[in-house]
């Protein structure tokens, strides 16, 4: 077989796959997701809330930032999907939406750092 041939048939089997793919919107959404997780502040309050509904005071005050930084980060997650948010009087409380999310996350570090 020469180098074009095997190069015209990579190429095939390659339409053929990108057939299957998700549109491009959809990778921009799946991207913006990604973003989403993509700053430290947003993973540790992904972690601070496994634990259970928590209200953006004590997140504020676990990671020592202020409550405008600490909303701007939660809004972000939850525009992403990520949280649900309930007002309760005049305080927040978040929760992970999907727990699951915690377990991927811990499965995807633990495969990009070995």
């Not at 259970?52 to 600490?70: F, M, R, V």
């Not at 809004?75 to 007002?87: H, V």
């Amino acid at each position: 077989m020469t180098c074009e041939n095997l190069k015209e048939e990579h190429v095939q089997k390659l339409k053929e796959l990108e057939k299957t793919l998700p549109s491009f919107e959809e990778f921009e959404e799946y991207s913006d997701k990604f973003k989403a997780l993509s700053d430290p502040t947003r993973l540790k309050i992904l972690y601070l809330l496994s634990e259970g509904s928590c209200c953006t005071c004590s997140i504020q005050e676990i990671l020592d930032k202020p409550q405008s930084n600490i909303s701007h980060h939660l809004k972000i997650l939850k525009n992403a999907g990520f949280i649900d948010s309930k007002k309760d009087g005049i305080w927040v409380y978040h929760k992970v939406k999907d727990p699951e999310i915690i377990k991927l996350l811990d499965d995807l570090s633990n495969l990009i750092t070995n």
